[in-house]
């Protein structure tokens, strides 16, 4: 079974930059969509990128589309989150996840069988 191990998450000023990162193991790492969800207090987990298992096509939510870039590198089985212009409504704990080998992109966290333990954004204003 695939094991995923995020990194990267901390405190960061509105306007700022974090880099997460997903380290997988266990499961053919190119033959996964991957995806990045997060969840505020309170708040369900939601959606926020996926990138295909060739790393050609990604998808976001509206309201991080333009600031945030997903990426991997099959050669490590990683995926990555660049996340530029930071606002405080950003802070989260973020989650990568995996599709079962060879599914498509979704953007429901149901259709996710395989999650990180999860890294604590926290933007300040």
């Known amino acids: 079974q695939v094991q995923l191990v995020e990194s990267g998450g901390g405190l960061v000023q509105a306007g700022g930059s974090l880099r997460l990162s997903c380290a997988a193991s266990?499961?053919?790492?190119?033959?996964?969509?991957m995806g990045w969800f997060r969840q505020a207090p309170g708040k369900e987990r939601e959606f926020v990128a996926a990138i295909s298992r060739s790393g050609e096509r990604a998808y976001y939510t509206d309201s991080v589309r333009g600031r945030f870039t997903i990426s991997r590198d099959n050669a490590k089985d990683t995926v990555y989150l660049e996340m530029n212009s930071l606002n405080p409504e950003d802070t989260a704990v973020y989650y990568c996840?995996?599709?079962?080998?060879?599914?498509?992109?979704?953007?429901?966290?149901?259709?996710?069988?395989?999650w990180g333990q999860g890294t604590q954004v926290t933007v300040s204003s």
């Open positions: 266990g499961r053919t790492f190119s033959s996964c969509v």
């Open positions: 996840a995996a599709r079962p080998a060879y599914y498509s992109a979704s953007y429901a966290p149901g259709d996710y069988d395989r």
